[in-house]
């Protein structure tokens, strides 16, 4: 065993000149050697291996205890979920979709005026136009941006767009509303709810001009109607895990390795959290605002929960669990929180948390 421990050691410290990625692998494979073939070494051994390496290394290969599966709950349905769950609650169904393709071609001749119409309005009006820096008159650049975004909108919900492309396009929509796009400007929520009733609104006034039959109004509206609440509630998600995203007296800063940074499109940002929440939180936060990054990195685990009714009847309740896919690791302070107690998740001011794929 000692001849054992000796070449270890000498390993380590010969490899020491090569990237930090193989010698934390070493240093996990001299773990496993020393604490599960010969367990009667103490763990301290391979910290005196390891005390001079980067804390990012030396503290998530040296862990005190067997690892355990973090799991996360209560994770917000994807925008994919959303869309589909209500617009079958809505029961937009083909009677709907008929109707409203009859209108179609009055609301397109329109759709440059009702473009300019609603910035003009929002121009006009002193509080949207003061959160849009516009008091003074709107600027050209912003102006033809937003004209941009809202052509877009127009033309996809005239195609009758339902792809989930179209949902997660409008998830992302609500975050930029909420002050996460390239301006970082924040409007309230009630102008995003308030804007969709303006374009019902506008829908309906159009129609009226362009002397569509009475009784086909009708059936068309209840259906844009029903468009236009899918899409606010899609909205809505999106802006509510921006603001949850930031929300907390204090910041913890995270960065991703691996395909995760093209898929969120940065690699490091800073989430909010209250002093001593738990890592979970910040996790929760963070796949809750990047939906499209679960797959990657989490799978699903359903569990049942068995229970009485208020009358008595056996009753079953299944709920979505999140476990990370095999190799995926959270870091906090560089040590990896499977090696470590619930009570040592809770997170303080100057921590950092890393997510890291296999073989990182």
Same mark, same amino acid.
């Given at each position: 065993?000692? =001849?054992?421990?000796?070449?270890?050691?000498?390993?380590?410290?010969?490899?020491? =000149?090569?990237?930090?990625?193989?010698?934390? =692998?070493?240093?996990?494979?001299?773990?496993?050697?020393?604490?599960?073939?010969?367990?009667?070494?103490? $763990?301290?051994?391979?910290?005196?291996?390891?005390?001079?390496?980067?804390?990012? #290394?030396?503290?998530? !290969?040296?862990?005190? *205890?067997?690892?355990?599966?973090?799991?996360?709950?209560?994770?917000? +349905?994807? +925008?994919?979920?959303?869309?589909?769950?209500?617009?079958?609650?809505?029961?937009?169904?083909?009677?709907?979709?008929?109707a409203m393709l009859g209108t179609i071609e009055p609301l397109f001749q329109r759709?440059?005026?009702?473009? !300019?119409?609603?910035?003009?309005?929002?121009?006009?009006?002193?509080?949207?136009?003061?959160?849009? *820096?516009?008091?003074?008159?709107?600027?050209?650049?912003?102006?033809?941006?937003?004209?941009?975004?809202?052509?877009?909108?127009?033309?996809?919900?005239?195609?009758?767009?339902?792809?989930?492309?179209?949902?997660?396009?409008?998830?992302?929509?609500?975050?930029?509303?909420?002050?996460?796009?390239?301006?970082?400007?924040?409007?309230?929520?009630?102008? #995003?709810?308030?804007?969709?009733?303006?374009?019902?609104?506008?829908?309906?006034?159009?129609? $009226?001009?362009?002397?569509?039959?009475?009784?086909?109004?009708?059936?068309?509206?209840?259906?844009?109607?029903?468009?236009?609440?899918?899409?606010?509630?899609?909205?809505?998600?999106?802006?509510?895990?921006?603001?949850?995203?930031?929300?907390?007296? $204090? =910041?913890?800063?995270?960065? !991703?390795?691996?395909?995760?940074?093209?898929?969120?499109?940065?690699?490091?940002?800073?989430?909010?959290?209250?002093?001593?929440?738990?890592?979970?939180?910040?996790?929760?936060?963070?796949?809750?605002?990047?939906?499209?990054?679960?797959?990657e990195t989490l799978e699903i685990v359903w569990e049942s929960q068995h229970h009485?009714?208020?009358?008595?009847? +056996?009753?079953?309740?299944?709920?979505?669990?999140?476990?990370?896919?095999a190799g995926w690791r959270v870091l906090r302070n560089g040590r990896d929180i499977?090696?470590?107690?619930?009570?040592?998740?809770?997170?303080?001011?100057?921590?950092?948390?890393?997510?890291?794929?296999?073989?990182?």
């Amino acid at each position: 065993m000692e =001849k054992l421990y000796t070449g270890v050691v000498r390993l380590v410290l010969h490899w020491r =000149k090569f990237p930090s990625l193989r010698y934390r =692998k070493l240093i996990r494979v001299a773990y496993h050697i020393i604490n599960k073939k010969y367990s009667d070494y103490p $763990e301290r051994w391979l910290f005196m291996v390891t005390k001079d390496l980067t804390w990012q #290394v030396a503290t998530s !290969v040296a862990p005190e *205890g067997q690892a355990q599966i973090w799991e996360l709950r209560g994770l917000d +349905p994807s +925008p994919e979920e959303t869309w589909d769950h209500l617009r079958a609650f809505l029961h937009l169904d083909e009677d709907d979709l008929q109707a409203m393709l009859g209108t179609i071609e009055p609301l397109f001749q329109r759709g440059y005026d009702l473009i !300019v119409e609603n910035y003009a309005y929002l121009e006009a009006f002193p509080e949207t136009a003061a959160l849009l *820096g516009w008091s003074g008159g709107a600027d050209p650049q912003h102006l033809a941006e937003r004209r941009r975004f809202f052509a877009v909108w127009l033309a996809r919900t005239l195609g009758l767009d339902f792809s989930h492309d179209f949902a997660r396009y409008l998830f992302r929509a609500g975050q930029v509303h909420a002050g996460h796009g390239r301006r970082r400007l924040h409007i309230p929520s009630l102008y #995003v709810v308030g804007s969709i009733a303006l374009m019902t609104a506008a829908f309906a006034r159009i129609l $009226e001009q362009a002397e569509v039959r009475t009784d086909v109004q009708l059936r068309a509206l209840a259906g844009w109607n029903k468009v236009f609440i899918l899409h606010l509630q899609m909205m809505l998600q999106g802006y509510r895990s921006a603001l949850a995203l930031t929300e907390g007296e $204090e =910041k913890v800063k995270v960065t !991703v390795y691996g395909r995760l940074r093209s898929l969120i499109g940065c690699d490091t940002l800073e989430i909010g959290f209250y002093s001593g929440q738990s890592v979970l939180e910040v996790l929760r936060k963070f796949f809750n605002y990047y939906p499209h990054a679960r797959s990657e990195t989490l799978e699903i685990v359903w569990e049942s929960q068995h229970h009485d009714d208020a009358r008595g009847n +056996p009753w079953m309740e299944v709920e979505r669990i999140y476990r990370p896919r095999a190799g995926w690791r959270v870091l906090r302070n560089g040590r990896d929180i499977a090696f470590m107690t619930e009570d040592q998740w809770r997170l303080e001011g100057a921590d950092q948390v890393a997510i890291f794929p296999p073989g990182r």
